[in-house]
């Protein structure tokens, strides 16, 4: 089944203390992003990557890192985690620009985090 | 800008009612237009989209009009159901430098009551 695959679905921590979400797709996309949602903003673009070793910021890439060693995998990573990092995020990919320029969005089912 | 804006919420509607969610985008280029629906405890998926001016997404029984005119892509269904009720996010593509990139509205969240 192709998919997009996030973990962990939830997770509470404490300021400061580093954290990895793991995201992980098996349909061979090139472009993968992550978003946070929060309510009243709806889904804000973190980091995006076009391809293995090739990562860009988005709209709010402060206090986020993210790596692409593997076409599949594509970390989310929080050095020093603050409270205002408390979101729903959300991994997503697709063929990118060579599915042309309306091709889908594939969402995982997210992670809540929260950050005390 | 390239921006996305859509009426705001919460929706409310008896089973059967007509609805529609509007949705107006920022005239820069030429987007193409999304819908997607996020269910409870879920990601968001692909409803329907439209790729240049006048064309129709069509799915589960809803419908979306790419107009260039009016800068909108309101979503209508004609008889909505229970199963409906979700939060409902228009989108638009911004393309450059190779990179694909979708902003989003804030969402719309519809409830359906029996």
């Known amino acids: 089944e192709a998919q997009v695959t996030q973990n962990p679905r939830y997770l509470i921590t404490v300021t400061g203390k580093k954290l990895t979400v793991t995201c992980s797709q098996n349909?061979?996309?090139?472009?993968m992003s992550w978003y946070r949602q929060d309510p009243g903003l709806g889904l804000r673009q973190i980091y995006y990557?076009?391809?293995?070793?090739?990562?860009d910021k988005g709209d709010v890439p402060e206090g986020y890192k993210v790596s692409r060693k593997e076409k599949r995998n594509f970390p989310l990573i929080l050095e020093s985690p603050s409270p205002n990092q408390t979101s729903l995020y959300f991994c997503?990919?697709?063929?990118?620009?060579?599915?042309?320029?309306?091709?889908?969005?594939?969402f995982g089912s997210g992670t809540q985090l929260s950050v005390l | 800008g390239n921006s996305v804006t859509q009426m705001e919420g919460p929706v409310t509607l008896s089973e059967e009612a007509f609805l529609t969610i509007n949705c107006t985008y920022t005239?820069?280029?030429?987007?193409?237009l999304f819908w997607y629906v996020q269910y409870p405890g879920e990601g968001l998926q692909l409803l329907l989209k439209?790729?240049?001016?006048?064309d129709k997404g069509s799915n589960k029984g809803f419908e979306a009009t790419y107009r260039k005119e009016t800068t909108s892509f309101h979503l209508e269904k004609g008889s909505v159901q229970v199963s409906d009720s979700a939060v409902y996010f228009c989108?638009?593509?911004?393309?450059?430098?190779?990179?694909?990139?979708?902003?989003f509205g804030q969402g719309t969240r519809l409830t359906i009551n029996p």
């Open positions: 997503a990919s697709s063929l990118g620009p060579r599915g042309g320029g309306a091709s889908e969005l594939f």
């Open positions: 349909m061979n996309h090139e472009y």
């Open positions: 990557s076009m391809n293995v070793e090739v990562t």
């Open positions: 005239a820069t280029g030429y987007p193409s």
């Open positions: 439209a790729t240049k001016a006048d």
């Open positions: 989108a638009r593509t911004i393309l450059g430098g190779g990179a694909q990139k979708l902003v």
